[in-house]
C-alpha cells in the first residue's frame, strides 16, 4: 500500500500566494495614502512581519498535514518557497505599480531620497546627485527583479531556520 505524500511545493504555493496578495493589498494602501515612493523603517517592519507569520503559519500547517511530523529541510523548503512565491508577486505588482498605475514613482522617489540626503547628512548637492545617478543604475526593471528574488530568497532562508528547527519532529522508521 502506497502511503499518500504530502508535497510542500503545494503548501509553498498557498501560503506564498496568500503572501504575495496581503503584500499587494498592502502596497495598495500605501499608495492611497501616497506613501507608496517614500518607503521607511516601518514600512520595512511591517512586511518583514508578514513574511515571517506566513512562513511561521506555513511551515507549522505543512507539519499538521504531515501527520504531525517535519523534518528540517522540509521546513527549509516551505518557508523559502513561501517567500520566493510571494516575492514574486510583490515584484509583479510592482513592476505594474511604476509602469502603469503611477509611472512617475520612480522620480518621486529619486526626489524624495534627495529632500532626505540634503536635510540629513552634510553632502553637498553635488554629493547626492552623483550618489543618487549611481543608484539609478540598479533601479532598472532588470535589476528590481534580480535583487528582489535574491532579496526573497535570502530573507525566506532566514526566516525559515528557527521555524523548521522548533517545529522538527521526524518520523521513526522501524
Same mark, same amino acid.
Given at each position: @500500500? ?6 510542500? !511545493?503545494? +503548501? ?12 499587494? #493589498? +498592502?502596497?495598495? @494602501? ?11 523603517? @516601518?514600512? !520595512?517592519? #511591517? ?5 515571517l507569520i506566513l512562513i511561521v503559519?506555513?511551515?507549522?500547517? &505543512? ?7 517535519? /523534518? +528540517? ?6 518557508? #523559502? ?5 510571494? !516575492?514574486?508577486?510583490?515584484?509583479? &505588482? ?10 512617475? @514613482? ?17 553632502? /553637498?548637492?553635488?554629493?547626492?546627485? =552623483?550618489?543618487?545617478?549611481? !543608484?539609478?543604475? %540598479? =533601479? ?6 534580480? %535583487? ?5 530568497? #535570502?530573507?525566506? %532562508?532566514? %526566516? ?15
Amino acid at each position: @500500500m502506497e502511503e499518500n505524500k504530502i508535497k510542500t !511545493g503545494s +503548501f509553498a504555493l498557498t501560503y506564498g500566494l496568500i503572501l504575495g496578495a496581503i503584500s499587494v #493589498v +498592502f502596497a495598495l @494602501m500605501l499608495y492611497s495614502a501616497d506613501l507608496h515612493y517614500k518607503g521607511g523603517v @516601518m514600512v !520595512g517592519v #511591517v512586511s518583514m512581519a508578514i513574511t515571517l507569520i506566513l512562513i511561521v503559519f506555513g511551515i507549522y500547517q &505543512f507539519k499538521k498535514a504531515n501527520n504531525g511530523f517535519l /523534518t +528540517f529541510g522540509q521546513g527549509l523548503k516551505v518557508g #523559502v518557497g513561501i517567500s520566493l512565491i510571494g !516575492g514574486i508577486v510583490g515584484i509583479l &505588482f510592482n513592476l505594474l505599480m511604476s509602469n502603469v498605475i503611477d509611472p512617475e @514613482m520612480m522620480t518621486k522617489a529619486l526626489e524624495f531620497q534627495k529632500g532626505e540626503l540634503l536635510a540629513n547628512t552634510k553632502m /553637498t548637492p553635488e554629493q547626492v546627485d =552623483s550618489q543618487l545617478e549611481m !543608484g539609478k543604475k %540598479f =533601479s532598472t526593471p532588470t535589476m528590481q527583479v534580480l %535583487f528582489g528574488l535574491l532579496f526573497s530568497i #535570502v530573507l525566506g %532562508f532566514v %526566516f525559515s531556520l528557527i521555524p523548521a528547527l522548533a517545529l522538527k519532529k521526524e518520523e521513526i522508521l522501524n
